[in-house]
């Protein structure tokens, strides 16, 4: 698994693929946070980690990248598989920014709907 400051090299140089149009509104930037993070609905036997998140706040939007999840989920990863499974995360994020700021909620509803699928798993 790449470091800290390499995995925040790699996400700097992700997020410059996208137009610049993408960034309007996110006031807040892409911020690395070196944590891992459970989502509130995780099992002890099967944990479910938040990779990145899009945070509407007070002060503005951002997108928050968890290296710690990164790090508990993808550890065995190579290189370039790892830039592929951030690449898909920050295009992610950014979708839930765009469709925010169109006043549409389709990425929220499938998010929704896989939470439900790890959750039904676990009544089964």
Request: net charge negative.
């Given at each position: 698994?790449?470091?800290?400051?390499?995995?925040?090299?790699?996400?700097?140089?992700?997020?410059?693929?996208?137009?610049?149009?993408?960034?309007?509104?996110?006031?807040?930037?892409?911020?690395?946070?070196?944590?891992?993070?459970?989502?509130?609905?995780?099992?002890?036997?099967?944990?479910?980690?938040?990779?990145?998140?899009?945070?509407?706040?007070?002060?503005?939007?951002?997108?928050?990248?968890?290296?710690?999840?990164?790090?508990?989920?993808?550890?065995?990863?190579?290189?370039?598989?790892?830039?592929?499974?951030?690449?898909?995360?920050?295009?992610?994020?950014?979708?839930?920014?765009?469709?925010?700021?169109?006043?549409?909620a389709d990425l929220e509803?499938?998010?929704?709907?896989?939470?439900?699928?790890?959750?039904?798993?676990?009544?089964?």
């Open positions: 698994m790449i470091t800290f400051d390499e995995f925040g090299d790699l996400a700097d140089r992700l997020t410059e693929e996208l137009p610049e149009e993408f960034f309007e509104g996110l006031s807040g930037g892409v911020i690395l946070d070196q944590g891992a993070k459970r989502h509130e609905k995780s099992r002890p036997n099967d944990p479910l980690f938040i990779l990145g998140e899009y945070r509407r706040e007070g002060i503005g939007c951002c997108i928050v990248l968890y290296y710690g999840s990164f790090r508990q989920v993808f550890w065995s990863l190579s290189g370039s598989e790892l830039e592929q499974k951030l690449r898909g995360i920050i295009r992610h994020e950014f979708r839930h920014h765009m469709e925010y700021r169109a006043c549409v509803r499938e998010d929704e709907d896989r939470l439900m699928g790890y959750c039904f798993e676990q009544d089964v």
